[in-house]
């Protein structure tokens, strides 16, 4: 891992514990407002999909059938990337606080702390690959020439 | 990068120069821009289906412009638009608001602006020369001016739907857990589906602001963006031309006028269900082999994610996906049973637990209105449009989704190659239609249907859009199909300038459709004091009857205060009102107990919703209000500029039985003067 991965990784954790910290600002501080917006939209959604992102790039992705450009699919996979950064952060705020209050436990501070504990052992979990094909599996197509 | 892997895919051409590299094969070469239109690749006869290819890319040749001042030119128009909009909001007074809404308050400039933004975007878009970030810059330009500027010219936020979301974050955080409809009765459907609900909860207490009314005027700004990567990849799925992506997204904005992007599970639940969309459309298409369930566990899981957040969130939403995905399933390529399947058990495994109350209580009528397509398509009373500005700003709105609609189809039946290769999309904008025979969803299915056709219908309206869009022919060998004859130049210049107009007519459109009836959702700050000042004073078990519940902060505290609207009441009893309005009332308000009080509030945003919806008139509504002023049973608790609060004396007033008795010839002789009047 490249010392810029290292800090890849650790940055949403690190906006989780910044955001946890901002909430000893006063109440409706832009500064508070900043560190905990910018963590719940992003921060739990880029550890999950950094979490994943090995064996969610093991399957292909379907792109136009007339495509050739190399940067054309890597820019719809950093495109999905951040798309699912930003909807699954905005998945587990929402799943995270169902469960809180209907086990009557909500109150909005376990809500970020769960969800930093979340990105942070999310960051340092070992990333997801996909396993292999079975050997002696065909990865022909039906019907291919190939 | 997926390596193209069938003769068709390694065959077709490259719209994009500037992103594409070295080509590999000959067959795999990009067009050359300054060579014109192309001639048909040999190989692409080798496709199986003997397919012609549709090119997208015949674009004006390239010039070397590209970098210095000309690099920043497509920047003039934006911030030219920009300028206006800053301008136009200087120098808009929304106190007045007239029948047409925002449309005669807006300052010229903003129409001005919002015309130099269309047409910098559309001669942006459709030169090649210019990097793709341009016309992202400029939908984010129009997404601004669309969605942003009601937020910065309001000082209240808009819409009585939102203040009721408003409402029951502030009922969570207060109850501090879910509750039933023996709590709360009706309102419990909310803690049936409280994920949005809850996550507001967390951020308002994270945010340290007081409500979410402290921020949800920006919530259409926030859930259009929320929209705009799921709609990207859902579209550069089906083409890499960059003019179609964007052009379709621009018309995915501009057609979505239906509100649906107001502070509401919905908005949220709708990005969310554009995100399944995108991922299954992108990774679950079949490839075939063991490499077709390769990382499909994973991928499960994010979409199981995904959908259990639209499931706990939103009633309707996971229907709409699962009828998506089933349409989906027709296409061979995606035929694979496990998103539906996921999406279906996830949902009823929700319903058939914690929404099983209210869906146990609402089965009789759902199963009632099943096949009733009229009266599932029928907008209910209440919603008619009444007036020179409501009937006028409804037409643009149904011009405005006719026109989308048409373009979509005029778009299939041009673009056959397309329609061919976006035929899941096709099915997806058609999925929602049976949703016409299952329910009425409160009157509002029409609109929540076009809402969820619009995604697929706007990419095939930039279809319709796109000047000289050619079909190569399949090769020489193959003989299949002929290339299309070329243009001529009068052709090419209506076929540039029409859609220009078609854009800019769609866009400027928009406002009317969206901000048309803004007298009617805009509560003024004295309204909401007013109004903020009853709930205030009123202790537990009060009521608190109104016209209707188009008025801020209607359902503040409605776990411990009751409300009745009178309008949605029977029309015998709204006729007997109009004819004895202080008997009438204070006979419905006496049923409340002590300590509770009985409250009559009658605001200005009752007055344009009754009005502007054909209900009551405003002068009927004002001989209300004076009967009830000039009547003993009750007394003024607080008045100003946007309305007046009364409240039901607990103790009948000597002489009130003969006060009421004249009210009631009264009453009667007015209500027949007003018919007189209404005749002539």
Not at chain 2, 83 to 88: G, K, N, S
Not at chain 2, 365 to 370: A, W
């Amino acid at each position: 891992m490249t010392p810029q991965d290292f800090v890849v990784r650790m940055l949403p954790p690190f906006g989780g514990w910044l955001a946890l910290a901002a909430l000893a600002l006063p109440g409706g501080s832009p500064l508070r407002g900043a560190a905990v917006a910018a963590f719940l939209a992003a921060g739990p959604g880029a550890a999950l999909v950094g979490l994943c992102g090995p064996a969610l790039r093991a399957r292909p992705a379907r792109g136009p059938v007339e495509s050739h450009g190399a940067d054309f699919a890597r820019r719809s996979d950093l495109l999905e990337r951040m798309m699912l950064g930003v909807l699954l952060s905005v998945c587990a705020v929402m799943t995270v606080a169902t469960v809180l209050i209907a086990t009557h436990t909500f109150s909005a501070w376990r809500v970020l702390l769960a969800l930093t504990l979340l990105t942070t052992l999310a960051a340092f979990c070992p990333r997801l690959r996909a396993s292999p094909p079975a050997p002696g599996t065909s990865t022909t197509r039906k019907g291919s020439a190939l | 990068m997926r390596p193209p892997t069938t003769p068709r895919e390694r065959a077709a051409p490259d719209p994009a120069p500037e992103s594409s590299p070295a080509p590999a094969t000959p067959d795999e070469a990009a067009p050359d821009r300054a060579s014109g239109p192309r001639a048909p690749a040999s190989s692409e006869s080798s496709s199986p289906a003997h397919e012609p290819v549709t090119d997208l890319s015949d674009l004006p040749p390239v010039w070397s412009g590209r970098h210095g001042p000309a690099a920043v030119l497509p920047g003039v128009p934006l911030l030219a638009a920009l300028a206006l909009w800053v301008y136009a909001v200087r120098h808009t007074d929304v106190s007045r608001l007239d029948d047409f809404g925002l449309v005669t308050a807006l300052h010229p400039a903003f129409w001005a602006g919002l015309a130099v933004l269309t047409a910098g975007f559309w001669f942006t878009v459709r030169d090649p020369r210019r990097p793709g970030g341009w016309a992202a810059a400029y939908v984010l330009g129009l997404l601004v001016m669309e969605r942003a500027t009601q937020a910065v010219l309001y000082p209240t936020p808009l819409y009585a739907w939102a203040w009721k979301h408003d409402g029951v974050v502030d009922h969570l955080l207060t109850a501090g857990g879910l509750q039933t409809a023996d709590q709360v009765g009706d309102m419990a459907v909310y803690d049936q589906w409280p994920g949005f609900f809850a996550a507001q909860a967390a951020l308002v207490r994270l945010l340290g602001v007081e409500s979410t009314a402290m921020y949800m005027a920006w919530w259409p700004l926030v859930s259009s963006l929320m929209l705009l990567l799921p709609l990207l990849l859902i579209y550069r799925t089906f083409t890499e031309d960059r003019r179609l992506v964007w052009t379709g997204v621009w018309l995915f904005y501009v057609g979505n006028w239906v509100g649906q992007d107001y502070f509401s599970p919905q908005a949220v639940a709708f990005a969310l269900h554009l995100g399944v969309l995108a991922v299954v459309l992108r990774r679950y298409g079949r490839s075939g082999g063991a490499q077709g369930r390769q990382g499909q566990a994973v991928w499960t899981v994010v979409l199981s994610v995904l959908v259990v957040a639209i499931v706990i969130s939103h009633q309707l939403t996971p229907g709409m996906l699962a009828a998506s995905l089933l349409a989906l399933c027709l296409v061979r390529r995606y035929r694979g049973w496990v998103p539906p399947v996921t999406t279906v058990v996830i949902f009823l495994a929700w319903c058939l637990t914690a929404a099983l109350p209210f869906l146990s209580a609402a089965l009789p009528d759902m199963i009632r209105s099943v096949g009733d397509i009229g009266g599932n398509v029928a907008t209910g009373y209440g919603a008619t449009p009444t007036g020179t500005g409501a009937v006028a700003t409804s037409w643009a709105a149904r011009l405005l989704s006719g026109t989308v609609l048409l373009l979509a189809v005029a778009g299939m039946w041009r673009q056959r190659v397309l329609r061919h290769r976006a035929m899941p999309l096709l099915l997806i904008s058609a999925a929602p239609l049976p949703m016409f025979v299952a329910s009425s969803y409160g009157s509002e299915m029409i609109f929540r249907v076009l809402l969820f056709m619009l995604p697929g219908a706007a990419f095939f309206a930039a279809a319709a859009l796109l000047p000289e869009v050619r079909t190569l022919a399949t090769g020489p060998g193959e003989g299949t199909r002929t290339p299309a004859p070329a243009r001529g130049a009068l052709r090419r210049g209506i076929g540039t300038g029409g859609p220009l107009l078609v854009l800019l007519a769609g866009t400027l459109a928009f406002v009317p459709s969206y901000s048309g009836k803004d007298r009617i959702n805009y509560f003024p700050p004295e309204e909401v004091a007013l109004v903020q000042r009853l709930f205030d004073e009123a202790p537990e078990g009060s009521a608190v009857v109104a016209a209707n519940r188009n008025y801020p902060l209607a359902y503040e505290s409605y776990g411990t205060i009751g409300h009745y609207w009178f309008l949605e009441d029977d029309r015998r009893h709204v006729d007997e009102i109009v004819r004895r309005p202080a008997a009438t009332l204070a006979r419905d308000m006496t049923g409340v107990e002590h300590p509770g009080r009985a409250y009559f509030l009658l605001t200005q945003g009752q007055f344009a919703n009754s009005e502007m919806n054909g209900q009551l008139t405003g002068e009927q509504l004002n001989r209300i209000r004076e009967s009830v002023a000039a009547s003993p049973r009750f007394r003024l608790v607080a008045q100003n500029g946007a309305g007046a609060v009364y409240e039901l004396r607990r103790e009948r007033p000597e002489g009130t039985e003969r006060a009421e008795g004249g009210e009631a010839t009264e009453g009667v002789e007015g209500a027949e003067g007003a018919e007189r009047g209404a005749e002539r």
